[in-house]
């Protein structure tokens, strides 16, 4: 890249779970982190979305110190640059946020550094960097995702001949992962982990074949987090018959939440959001649809002042 290139970097956000396919399965949703980028003297971010002017401005930011950090550890210190940043993921809610950060750092770092990373070698970077591939793994690849990592390793199929609509319920407050995370049991019994396991395997076969009915069945026999999570979460059995009422074929918490992602069948959104939305007013009900394209880098002619 040289000072007369601009660039954008388009990420989408990531629900992860699905129910059982715990800290492994995940699926890129149509909101958007952007990033507009050129070369500077100096590192400069801004945002004109509300939730992100709170945010560092230069090189401690997020998304800077993940680009900067991946360029280090390939020998490279990176040119410094001006980045416009858009974003309708909300933070803190349980739409990969944090995730699609990751991967725009990530996308930045190779993009400037010319650092020439293989979509396997950004998958492992930010896996490791955020514990487990499903959101960071849907951002990158889009689709429905299906991740393991083990010992600095790991293996991701992504699918994209699967078509539903969701919507999510988004309430107003945050919880964050730790916070969410802290409720889950440290071990499961072998009889727990059997059953936990089929559920989620049973889930895949669904979601692949296009049982729908199936597959709502097993987002909510998940075990191993669900249960001890929709405590947290205000109005979950509320949202759940809402839903179902109004053509959902499945409800699952979004990520570790506080977001209720409910599924329906393609066409079926609509009046799905509008059952939700006229049931829980002070929520927001957002039809989303799959992202089947995953993170983008796009060259632009630079503005002609």
């Known amino acids: 890249m040289t000072l007369n290139d601009r660039f ?5 956000a990531s629900t992860a779970n699905l129910g059982p396919g715990f800290d492994s399965m995940g699926l890129a949703v149509d909101l958007y982190l952007t990033l507009e980028v050129e070369e ?21 930011h997020f998304i800077c110190q993940i680009a900067i950090k991946t360029a280090s550890n390939y020998g490279i210190g990176l040119q410094p640059c001006k980045i416009k940043v858009e974003s309708d993921i909300p933070l803190a809610r ?30 492992l970077i930010a896996t490791e960097i955020e514990g487990h591939p499903d959101n960071v793994g849907a951002s990158l690849f889009g689709g429905l ?34 916070d969410s995370r802290g409720v889950l049991p440290a071990a499961f019994s072998r009889e727990e982990a059997i059953q936990a396991s089929s559920t989620a395997n ?19 026999q998940d075990l191993f987090h669900q249960p001890y999570r929709k405590p947290l979460i205000n109005f979950y ?8 009422s109004n053509g ?7 990520g570790a939440g506080p977001t209720v ?11 799905l959001a509008q059952g939700i939305q006229s049931a829980f007013s002070t929520m927001s009900a957002k039809i989303l649809n799959i992202d089947y394209s995953g993170s983008r880098v796009n060259m632009v002619e630079r503005f002609i002042k």
């Open 237 to 244: 059995q509320e949202i759940v018959d809402i839903a179902k």
């Open 94 to 123: 349980g739409l990969g946020s944090s995730a699609a950060a990751i991967v725009a750092g990530i996308e930045l770092a190779d993009t400037v550094g010319k650092l020439g990373l293989t979509q396997q070698e950004k998958l």
């Open 40 to 60: 500077s003297q100096k590192w400069d971010i801004r945002s004109a979305c509300d939730e992100l002017k709170s945010l560092p401005t230069d090189e401690t």
């Open 145 to 178: 995702v299906i991740g393991s990592y083990k010992q600095n390793e790991v293996d991701i199929l992504s699918f994209s001949n699967i078509t539903f609509e969701m919507v999510a319920v988004i309430p107003d407050e945050i919880l964050l992962t730790k």
């Open 261 to 271: 992602l409910c599924f329906t069948e393609k066409g079926k959104g609509n009046q």
């Open 248 to 254: 959902a074929f499945g409800v699952a918490l979004s």
């Open 202 to 220: 049973l889930l895949v076969a669904a979601l692949l074949t296009q049982n729908w009915e199936m597959a709502g069945k097993m987002m909510e």
């Open 8 to 12: 954008t970097i388009k990420v989408p």
